[in-house]
């Protein structure tokens, strides 16, 4: 059974800083699309940084470019380094990943919070909140 768990959100001011990690189990897999969505009340999730695993392929939405990193460790670990956080990146934070998706596919634009629903996994979120 495939499992992530993501850790390390919390509350910052705007200008702050977090890191958040997620860590899967349950696969053995090591070339495969992974995300950091994030979702507020009302609205459905978006990826916000994508990662084809096993490779230097990433991409991000235009809102994050420049202030947000998505990076992997081994197989089974995937982070979200998050700096000049402000309001507007106040949100649930996702990690997400499947195991059929093309890297051509594996992008910000392509990788939809459907794609996920219907052949992938989701993590169980962890809340960042940023204060003025």
């Known amino acids: 059974r495939v499992l992530l768990l993501e850790s390390g959100g919390g509350s910052v001011q705007a200008g702050g800083s977090l890191r958040l990690s997620c860590e899967g189990s349950g696969y053995t897999y090591r070339r495969f699309c992974m995300a950091w969505f994030r979702q507020t009340p009302g609205k459905e999730r978006e990826a916000v940084a994508v990662?084809?695993?096993?490779?230097?392929?990433t991409s991000y939405d235009d809102s994050v470019k420049g202030r947000f990193t998505i990076s992997q460790g081994t197989h089974r670990q995937l982070y979200l380094q998050m700096n000049n956080l402000q309001p507007d990146d106040t949100a649930s934070y996702y990690c997400?990943?499947?195991?059929?998706?093309?890297?051509?596919?594996?992008?910000?634009?392509?990788?939809?919070?459907?794609?996920?629903?219907?052949?992938?996994?989701w993590g169980q979120g962890t809340q960042v909140n940023v204060s003025s």
């Open positions: 990662i084809f695993m096993g490779t230097d392929k």
């Open positions: 997400a990943g499947d195991f059929l998706t093309e890297e051509s596919d594996c992008d910000s634009v392509s990788y939809s919070s459907t794609v996920v629903e219907q052949q992938g996994y």
